[in-house]
């Protein structure tokens, strides 16, 4: 196989990185494209969250990815995945005129085995921007962010009347689209006019409140604000800015990157407990080598490990059950 197959389950504290096609930066922050960002990301997790599929506890977008921290309740991240990216492509295309991906097919997926470490990757989402050097603050982010919301309060995002809902489509001016009703049709969604967009507490740390466990990301965050300020001072160096971040052109690409680096699949704190999780993943990826193999060569009612997700969604293969949390 090209790519290990990743497994999938259920109640799995996660941390996803998703990138751009060549890295350009089609998520600049430019007000149309922060609101079309905001309102597509909230109507997707909006809608798992009711489902009571996926929660959120921390994102930013970046310009040219995003970063999501949360909790896969149903083991369905591949779905919201997809959702969310079919829907902010097609927004992002109307947007500007363009056709085809604006996401990498992959993405970046770390299962989070300890609340210090989900403390961690929080603190390290709303510190992207600032490790960056584009701005001196979380709080200066143009871009999309839950830097400044709290716990279970919504976050009220109106539908924007740009792109797919600006109203305005060119074949509604067309004789056949006038003579066929189809222009009739136009600009028509099933999309809500206003959706919310929630970040829940990650089951982490019980013994604090939901503001002292919200006050401890934000106290790491201004750790990371200092680290970073220090080592702009050192190196003599200034953030780029909100306005010019906002002003880059959203087919532009950064400079090369390294290639071929290690791309962790999980990540803790405790040495017994990363172990544990190294060999678990080892022991998954070769049950599903031979149950992939027995199922090409025909025997159909092979069973594949618990979190198999292409072999169970697409051919719906037998499965074993996910072992209780």
């Known amino acids: 196989m090209a790519t290990p197959p990743r497994q999938v389950l259920p109640n799995q504290l996660f941390y996803v990185t ?11 922050p430019d007000p149309r494209t922060v609101q079309t960002a905001a309102y597509c990301l909230a109507v997707v997790a909006s809608r798992y969250r009711r489902l009571g599929k996926l929660v ?17 309740v149903a083991g369905c991240l591949p779905d919201f995945v997809r959702d969310l990216n079919a829907l902010l492509s097609r927004a992002l295309n109307a947007l500007r005129g363009l056709s085809g991906a604006n996401f990498e097919k ?41 830097v400044a919301m709290e716990y279970d309060t919504p976050l009220r995002v109106d539908r924007p009347a740009v792109g797919l809902w600006s ?4 074949h509604v001016t067309r004789r056949s689209s006038r003579s066929s009703n189809r222009a009739v049709h136009a600009c028509r969604t099933r999309l809500p006019e206003h959706a919310e967009l929630v970040i829940d507490r990650p089951d982490v740390l019980p013994e604090l409140t939901d503001a002292e466990l919200r006050a401890e990301v934000k106290r790491r965050l201004a750790m990371r604000e200092r680290e970073s300020a220090r080592e702009r001072r050192r190196r003599r160096r200034k953030v780029l800015g909100a306005r010019k971040a906002a002003r880059v052109h959203y087919l532009a690409v950064p400079g090369r990157e390294e290639l071929f680096v290690r791309n962790p699949t999980f990540s803790g704190v405790v040495d017994e407990a990363r172990r544990a999780m190294a060999a678990a993943v080892k022991a998954f ?24 997700w292409l072999y169970r969604v697409r051919y719906q293969a037998r499965c074993e059950a996910a072992a209780p949390p």
């Open 106 to 146: 992959g993405y970046g997926l770390v299962r989070v085995l300890s609340g210090e470490k989900a403390l961690e990757h929080a603190a390290y989402t709303l510190a992207n921007p600032v490790a960056a050097g584009l701005v001196a603050r979380a709080t200066d982010w143009p871009g999309l962010s839950s």
């Open 56 to 72: 959120l506890h921390e994102f930013v977008f970046m310009s040219n990815h995003y970063h999501i921290l949360g909790t896969d």
């Open 167 to 170: 109203g305005q489509v060119a």
């Open 285 to 308: 990826r070769r049950a599903y080598r031979i149950a992939s193999r027995r199922f090409r060569e025909g025997v159909r009612d092979v069973l594949f490990p618990a979190g198999t």
């Open 18 to 28: 998703a990138r751009t096609v060549t890295r350009s930066m089609r998520l600049r």
